[in-house]
T-cell receptor
Framework: AQSVTQLDSHVSVSEGTPVLLRCNYS??????LFWYVQHPNKGLQLLLKYTSAATLVKGINGFEAEFKKSETSFHLTKPSAHMSDAAEYFC????????????FGTGTRLLVSP | EPEVTQTPSHQVTQMGQEVILRCVPISNHLYFYWYRQILGQKVEFLVS????????KSEIFDDQFSVERPDGSNFTLKIRSTKLEDSAMYFC???????????????FGDGTRLSIL
């Protein structure tokens, strides 16, 4: 079965510094991977997706992620954090069978200080 | 941009009562999902729905739960006799395309926070 592991429950950065949120996946198929963001009291917004095209995926708000099959990783990065990036980030893998239910990681809370 | 909308945003219900959570998926989407997130835990899949029937459900989705698309626009989740442990944020999602490597992603609503007293 597919699964994802988010290695950090909390990440703290200063505004203007790089962001790295780590995610490792386990999948017996070529996976579809996603990053979703959840701001306080809001729903889940898609940041970016990987579906076996380019391994470097660009998303919204300056985020990008690189799919590395050899490392089974799909880390999320941003060159320069903004205060508005403070939120919970979920790494997600899509079940390759059936109707593509999503399997979520435990989430990483990103804290951005001035 | 089209959105998935969920109502109400917060529902408070007495244990043992029935509750219906409502969702309006994006209009051209054909695949519908419910997920839940218990406070402090990960988001969990409940059920997927296509062509007016359940296509997949998790072990959480027992006989107390049901889903329906009553009128071609709404998609509802009913819990027949609520328990304390049903307290959670419930998310509705929809997607446009069928399963496959080029599938379109699922779009989520803002959720309904269900509190069982």
């Amino acid at each position: 079965a597919q699964s994802v592991t988010q290695l950090d429950s909390h990440v703290s950065v200063s505004e203007g510094t790089p962001v790295l949120l780590r995610c490792n996946y386990s999948s017996s198929y070529s996976p579809s991977l996603f990053w979703y963001v959840q701001h306080p009291n809001k729903g889940l917004q898609l940041l970016l997706k990987y579906t076996s095209a380019a391994t470097l995926v660009k998303g919204i708000n300056g985020f990008e992620a690189e799919f590395k099959k050899s490392e089974t990783s799909f880390h999320l990065t941003k060159p320069s954090a903004h205060m508005s990036d403070a939120a919970e980030y979920f790494c997600v893998v899509s079940d390759a069978t059936g109707f593509q239910k999503l399997v979520f990681g435990t989430g990483t809370r990103l804290l951005v200080s001035p | 941009e089209p959105e998935v909308t969920q109502t109400p945003s917060h529902q408070v219900t007495q244990m043992g009562q029935e509750v219906i959570l409502r969702c309006v998926p994006i209009s051209n989407h054909l695949y519908f999902y419910w997920y839940r997130q218990i406070l402090g835990q990960k988001v969990e899949f409940l059920v997927s729905f296509y062509n007016n029937e359940i296509s997949e459900k998790s072990e959480i989705f027992d006989d107390q739960f049901s889903v329906e698309r009553p009128d071609g626009s709404n998609f509802t989740l009913k819990i027949r006799s609520t328990k304390l442990e049903d307290s959670a944020m419930y998310f509705c999602a929809s997607s446009e395309t069928p399963p496959g490597p080029s599938n379109q992603p699922q779009h989520f609503g803002d959720g309904t926070r269900l509190s069982i007293l």
